[in-house]
Every structure is written in C-alpha cells, then in structure tokens.
C-alpha cells in the first residue's frame, strides 16, 4: 500500500507537469503515447486502490454523472462586460480621456477578443472548487464538472498557490474542431451549430458532463475578479503569475506604449484574423497598471480602464423575403434564406443556410421577419435570430415541402435524421449536382464541365449517369445551342484524359454519403483496387483507419444497390482506369510519419507532393493534431500553421522536405 501511494502520488504529480508543458509553454517533454502510458498505469492503480484517488487526480477531468440542474452561483465580484469602440477616431478618444487623467506615462495590455464564453474559475488552496458562467454579472450557473473536463483546464495549481484566486477567462472551441463537430452531427441526423461560439456555449450547458468531456474545448484566462496570499501590481505581471500556476493565457498578447502600437495591433489582428485557430471579433485593450486601474474606475456595468476595439461588423440585420428549397447529390433538402441583400464585414449577402426544419422551427422564422445575418471568416452566412420586436403581423408561415421541389417526388425524413430527402434516384436536381461533384476538380478532374455544360446534357437527353460521359462525341455537342467546335474538342479531350485516374479520386468521385477525400485516400490505400472495394464487407471496411460504423454503412448501403456497382462497372468498360499509389521497393523512408500541407509549395503542387509522401510510405492528413509527424509548408500558410505551432509539430519546407526523402 506504501509504494502504491508513493507511486500514485508521483504519477499524478508527473501528469499535471506534462499537462503544464503542454498546454500551457507549448513545450511537451514527453510524446503522446509515453503521457498515455503514465496516464494508463494512474487508471490501472486507482481501480485496485480507490481508496486513494483524489478528486483532483488527472482521471477525474473525464466527466461525472449528469445533472438534473446547474446550481446558481453568486460571484464575489461582479463579471463586468466592456464598452466598444469601432473606428480610430473613438479610440483617440480613450486615449485622450486616459492621458487627461494619469498623465502620457501609462502602458497598455493588449489581447485579441475571444468570441466565447466567459468564465470563472475558483481556486481555493491551489484547488478548483468552482466553475461559474457569467450569467447577468452578478448571478451564474454553476458549471464545474462541464469545466473540469477541459484539458487545459488544471484541478490543482501549481506551487506556491495563493489562498485564493478568481480567474476570469474565455471558453474557445477550435474552428477545426468546430467543423469536425458539426460534420459528425450531420452524419448523426442532428441539427448542427451556427458558429464556434454557439458550440462552445452549448456544450458547457450541458447537463451530462460526458457530452462537454468528448468536445475538444479549450480556455484562455485573461483576467482575475480576486486574489487572497499575494500582491500583484499589473496586468502584464498577473498573467506571467497564472502562466506560472498553470493557467493558459494567449501567447498573442502585447504590452503598447501608446495609440499607434495599438493600432498596428489591432491591424496586425486583423490581417491574421482568418489564419487564428479561434474565432475573434477585435481587440482589447486594458491599462497595465493595477494602480490606475483603480484609479479611472468604473462607469455603470463597465470598467474604464478596458474597451473592446471590434472589427469590422460580421454580422447584420436585414429582412427575410423568401425561402427556397435546394436539392443536394444525396437528395437532402436544404432550405436558403432569401435576403434583402445586406453588407456584412465588406461583403453583400443576399442569401444564408437554415440548415433543415428544426433549425427553422427553433428559430420560429416567418416570410418578411427582420433578421440577425452572421459571416464569419469561411463559415457560409447564417441566420442567427429573429427581430421579433419588429414583426407587424404581415409576416407569413414558412411551410417545410411535402414533394420534392425539383421532380416533384415524396419527401421523407429517416427518424433520427434532421435531414428531409427527396427518395427519387432519378430526380434531375439529384443527378446535376451528383455529375457536378463526379466532374470536380479533386473527383474526376473533368475540366471545363461545369454547371451550364451539365445543364445543356441533362435537358437535351445526350446523359442520364456519369458512364454516358464517356459515350459523348464532339458532334453530339455540335448540336447544343451557340457551341463551336473548339470548345466541343476541347470538352471531349477533357473527359478522355479523366479516363487516367487514381483509386482515391474515383471513390470520391462516385459521391458515396460521408466520404470525403480523405476517407477516399484511406480506403483507396488500404484496399488497393477497384474490385476490392467494391466487394468490401463492412467489417472489412471497418478494418481502415478512420472508418467507424456510420461511413461502413453507407458505403455497404451504396454498394449493395445494383444500380450503383452497375454504373462503376460500366465506367470500368469505357476505359476508366483507377490506380492505387504504387511505392517503390526499399522506399518506405516515411513509414509511420503523418504529414499535413499547408500554404502553396515552390515548385510543387499539393497532389504532387501527396503522391510522394504515399510513394515513400508515409500518411496524409486534412488537419492537424498531436498525432501529426510534420506540416509541409508552402507561401500563406493557413490556420494550420497557428495549431502546429501551438502543438510543437516540426514544420518542412519544401527544399527540407526533398532532402527527408533523400
């Protein structure tokens, strides 16, 4: 029992430190599957000895039972919001108001605005006793097992611990793990979320703590409310002191001397807002000095030492004057907000998903409602609420359609899906969007076949399924309205080219549900043929990485339709040849090395570079994680350089990379 406890205490000791390096410096010691070990062997010596579990072991951040209902909280000191300023103009006003009360001798403490959700979190002794939401300021609910969940979020701080301390912070869902996310809750049927934000607030929310533990939040402190057992004089001092206790704070901030410094700041945020790993909506800006903090005070619900300078507006408001009904490749039924068209963050947007029927239903939407319009960053344009202080009663019902809009066929919903489908294989809005994915770019590469040429084959009867692609001659375009004869070869070359092809692009290209590139390429790299795959049982399916139950069985279910292996098979006669990515022998340099490219390479393009990574044995990933071996990277790199950077991923250059194959 002695050296059980010894060993316990260390373990859990070893695994706070490792948790500390690695969310917090951005500097692991130790690979992921030696801290799965430690954390493994914690588990194991817990079952045997429970007696000796702490509740602030590293075990214990995996989620409890669910509640029935969060407890309210009243904060020590109220969670204040801030005042906004939007041009420079406003800005020179802080400026001038602070400089005319402490003198041009003061600094500022500058951050990008997270968009999240504000949190507290309590420490007493180094422990965490409480994790509270906002609420009105005053009043919040009381989320710690959600909060303990949360990786970066420690249970216990590291030493000397003050007696207590109140931190203020921002709880963050990735965009990465935002879009993966939602892509699991489309497959699933569920409603998916509007933004990150939403996400993030949604998943706190939650009344089983399992549901927060199996999202990948994380949290930014940037602030305390109270502090009993030491003395801090500033801003910058206070989140070197949470840093040191093992808080994450944004490596992002700056210390500025005056307005100009903060103005390139919020350009230079801007300008990299698109390339952060979370949503921002500007800056903020707080006095250094605790001392004239206290000085400037507080005006009604905000401090002034503190302003929040926002970015230009991404989301705006504008009426509702119709919803049209779109039919997709898989025959869901997408409804599209028709908008009075509206500028938002630069950009007019006249149009913006609903997603399906519960999404309009939970919004309580009407024909002629003012409505809140969201962009932001690459997410299409959403709507977000409804005005309904402004509704006049002229507003009219939005009625879901019962018949398919495009061929006029039932419309179904599977129970358990939020999707409705349109069940016709043969509707024509069906087959010219599953032709436009079968011709794409990273599908069959049919270049110039794009919606218009699509169209014209469909209504003039010359293709019914992709297979009569390979069937068409220049003269049967010839006969199309206004086509010449250069761009009737042209079409015809194009197509013929597309007969040499790789394993991987036709998968995709066949516009089986739930299959993307990468899934694609994972299934093209195990199985290896054609007749493989189409012969693939789903537990056979199930044997390639990253393949779970829900993409086994749609594969199954496409391939079990006659009608599906039929049209492959018929492709395969027309000269339509897959090939799997050969390697070479004795070329297995990169065996178990995981790569992910970013940005635009030198001298090489992105399939290029991924043929000789799958040539010399190595993976390809869309995204980044700690699992990833290296980030090739090219000319404006995205977001994924801003994760490898914060997870420690080694990054190639083009040249470096070359001379790893060597």
Excluded at 462 to 475: F, G, N, T, V
């Amino acid at each position: 029992m002695s050296e059980a406890k010894k060993r316990l205490s260390w373990l859990v000791e070893e695994l706070w430190k490792h948790g500390y390096q690695y969310y917090v410096l951005d500097q692991p010691e130790i690979s992921d599957e030696a801290y799965d070990t430690l954390f493994r062997e914690l588990v194991e010596l817990e079952e045997k000895h429970p007696e000796l579990r702490s509740a602030y072991s590293p075990t214990q951040k995996v989620g409890g039972m669910p509640l029935k209902k969060f407890p309210k909280y009243k904060h020590r000191e109220p969670m204040l919001g801030l005042q906004n300023v939007y041009t420079p103009e406003e800005l020179e006003a802080v400026f001038d108001r602070w400089q005319e009360a402490l003198g041009s001798a003061f600094s500022v403490v500058v951050e990008p605005k997270f968009d999240g959700l504000a949190i507290e979190l309590v420490y007493e002794k180094g422990l965490l006793v409480m994790a509270a939401t906002r609420g009105d300021g005053e009043t919040g609910e009381d989320v710690t097992s959600n909060v303990k969940t949360i990786r970066s979020v420690p249970l216990k701080l590291r030493e000397p611990a003050p007696a207590l301390l109140e931190v203020r912070g921002e709880i963050l869902l990735l965009k990465e793990d935002f879009r993966k996310l939602n892509h699991d809750r489309a497959s699933k049927g569920e409603p998916v979320f509007a933004n990150p934000r939403n996400a993030a607030a949604g998943s706190i929310r939650q009344l089983d703590p399992r549901v927060a533990s199996a999202r990948s939040l994380d949290l930014f402190c940037h602030g305390i409310g109270g502090i009993e057992g030491a003395v801090l004089e500033s801003q910058a001092q206070m989140l070197e002191f949470l840093r040191d206790r093992g808080l994450k704070t944004n490596r992002l901030t700056k210390r500025c001397n005056n307005r100009a410094e903060v103005e390139k700041y919020y350009r230079d945020m801007e300008a990299r807002r698109e390339t952060l790993p979370y949503e921002i909506d500007g800056v903020v800006l707080k006095i250094d000095s605790f001392g004239a903090q206290r000085e400037l005070g507080f005006v009604a619900r905000s401090p002034r030492w503190a302003f929040a300078y926002k970015f230009a507006a991404q989301e705006g408001n504008t009426i509702l004057e119709d919803v049209h009904f779109q039919v997709g490749r898989t025959g869901a039924i997408t409804p599209v907000a028709v908008l009075a068209p509206v500028s938002i963050g630069g950009v007019t947007v006249s149009r913006a998903g609903l997603h399906n029927e519960d999404q309009m239903r939970l919004l309580d939407l009407k024909i002629g409602d003012t409505v809140v319009v969201k962009r932001a960053g690459d997410v299409i344009p959403d709507v977000q609420s409804v005005v309904v202080a402004k509704r006049t009663g002229k507003e009219k019902p939005i009625r879901f359609p019962t018949k398919c809009p495009s061929c006029g066929g039932k419309v179904t919903r599977i129970e358990g899906e939020a999707a409705h489908r349109c069940a016709n294989i043969a509707c024509p809005a069906q087959i010219a969007e599953r032709l436009r994915h079968f011709a794409s770019k990273r599908a069959m590469n049919i270049e110039g076949l794009g919606e218009k040429w699509i169209e014209m084959l469909l209504q003039h009867k010359l293709i019914e399924h992709y297979s009569d692609l390979y069937d068409l001659k220049a003269k049967d375009l010839l006969t199309l309205e206004r086509q010449g004869e250069r761009s009737a070869q042209k079409l015809i070359q194009a197509i013929e080219a597309s007969k040499t092809t790789t394993l991987d692009r036709l998968i995709f290209a066949m516009g089986i549900r739930f299959v993307g590139e990468r899934t694609a390429e994972l299934l093209a790299d195990h199985l290896l043929t054609i007749e493989a795959f189409l012969e693939a049982t789903e537990a056979q399916l199930m044997e390639v990485e990253e393949v779970g139950e829900t993409v086994a069985t749609a594969i199954t279910a496409f391939l079990s339709d006659k009608h599906n292996v039929s049209e492959v098979r018929r492709l395969l006669k027309k000269g339509v040849t897959p090939k799997a990515i050969e390697r070479s022998a004795g070329k297995d340099t990169l065996q178990g090395a995981t790569f992910v490219i970013t940005g635009t390479l030198p001298t090489l393009s992105r399939s290029q570079a991924e043929a000789m990574i799958k040539a010399h044995g190595g993976k390809i990933s869309g995204s980044v994680s700690k699992k990833t071996s290296y980030l090739l990277l090219g000319e404006s790199p995205g977001s994924k350089f801003e994760k490898a950077t914060s997870l420690g991923v080694k990054t190639l250059s083009e040249a470096e990379f070359r001379k790893l194959l060597e």
